[in-house]
């Protein structure tokens, strides 16, 4: 099996955004050292308890620090921006460490409506033309627009010698559509999303088109997943969690992620059981060997080529040894 790190830099109960993006890209650095195929880092914007609103400069930090592991976007919120302009801020990262870059495109807004306002006064039609920016970000990446194009006589510069790879992100049938449209990879989100995602990935494959950069159809899972030495200090470990996107639901998730103390005073011993029985509907938890067996069911329902794991506690320590338990139980 093949693992990769999505890191959404929260932002624990007593930290700053400074501290969480540092934790960061120790994750990364860590990461490679343990064997980890890439390292993707996701966008939100004026989102509580999350740090990173520009992925691109948080790769920029973080390749400086690391040799060989790729590094991405989970993703670019591509309605927000100009595809060029986009395609212009990823061939300069590859320029600066190459063959190593992913360009992750996603369309959600990745944040309250008054940040999405503030982004991009008209969301909702850029959204609706979503396709034909894919098309022209992939056309920039590529500099393959038809001669008679406009934009055929610039460049999204500075070009690097390998292309950043692009990868279409998303938790529905319309993002697996424009994956396979376009010949692009794809991941999925299985840990954000209640549609039928065994089917959707196997749709994605049916239906994809041969393209200049992908000739067959590559997919990532993307999986919520917390390990420890034992289940019970793993379920102590995903409490906090769960409580924070309880908190962040009533708008109350500014805080950050909370302490298992808190999260243990706040639920009772019955509601943390219920909790945690209906986090593992999505959620993987547990020993070393529970997780990498559930994680090899998964692979095996999605036929998955790889996995990307998200992992969220409260202590950065306790984040960075369950993706260390991992790897080191996937080596046996």
């Known amino acids: 099996m093949k693992l990769s790190i999505l890191d959404q ?14 934790a960061s890209m120790k994750l990364a650095k860590t990461g490679e050292l343990l064997g980890y195929k890439r390292y993707w880092i996701a966008e939100h914007h004026d989102f509580s308890g999350l740090s990173c609103s520009a992925p691109e400069v948080m790769l920029g930090y973080i390749g400086a620090h690391t040799e060989k592991i790729r590094l991405g976007a989970g993703a670019v919120l591509l309605p927000h921006y100009k595809p060029y302009r986009v395609a212009e801020t990823y061939n300069m990262i590859a320029t600066l460490f190459p063959d190593r870059i992913d360009l992750g495109i996603g369309r959600a807004p990745g944040g309250s409506a008054e940040a999405t306002m503030a982004l991009s006064e008209n969301f909702l039609e850029n959204v609706r033309q979503m396709p034909k920016s894919i098309k022209q970000l992939l056309q920039f990446l590529h500099h393959d627009f ?11 510069s500075p070009v690097p010698k390998i292309a950043p790879v692009p990868w279409i992100l998303g938790t529905s049938q319309k993002s697996a559509d424009l994956a ?4 692009t990879a794809y991941a999925f989100g299985h840990f954000m999303s209640d549609k039928p995602g065994p089917d959707i990935v196997a749709s994605y494959k049916k239906q994809f088109n041969y393209s200049k950069t992908q000739e067959m159809p590559e997919t990532i ?10 289940t019970e200090k793993a379920e102590q470990l995903a409490l906090p969690g769960i409580l924070w996107k309880k908190q962040s639901a009533e708008g109350k998730g500014d805080r950050g992620i909370p302490s298992i103390e808190e999260a243990q005073n706040h ?5 943390q059981t219920q909790l945690l029985h ?7 938890i547990g020993s070393p060997t529970e997780v990498i067996e559930e994680l090899n069911k998964l692979q ?8 990307i794991i998200v992992t969220i506690t409260h202590r950065y320590e306790d984040r960075t040894r369950s993706y260390e338990l991992l790897a080191n139980e996937i080596r046996k």
């Open 221 to 230: 899972i993307a999986v919520s997943a917390i390990c420890a030495e034992s």
């Open 9 to 22: 830099s929260p932002i624990s109960f007593g930290k700053n955004a400074r501290e969480a993006l540092q």
């Open 300 to 307: 095996k329902i999605y036929e998955a080529d790889e996995m």
């Open 267 to 271: 639920f009772s011993k019955d509601q």
């Open 146 to 156: 038809p001669p008679d194009d406009l934009f055929s006589k610039i460049q999204a």
């Open 180 to 183: 396979a449209e376009y010949g």
């Open 278 to 284: 209906e986090a593992k509907r999505k959620m993987v």
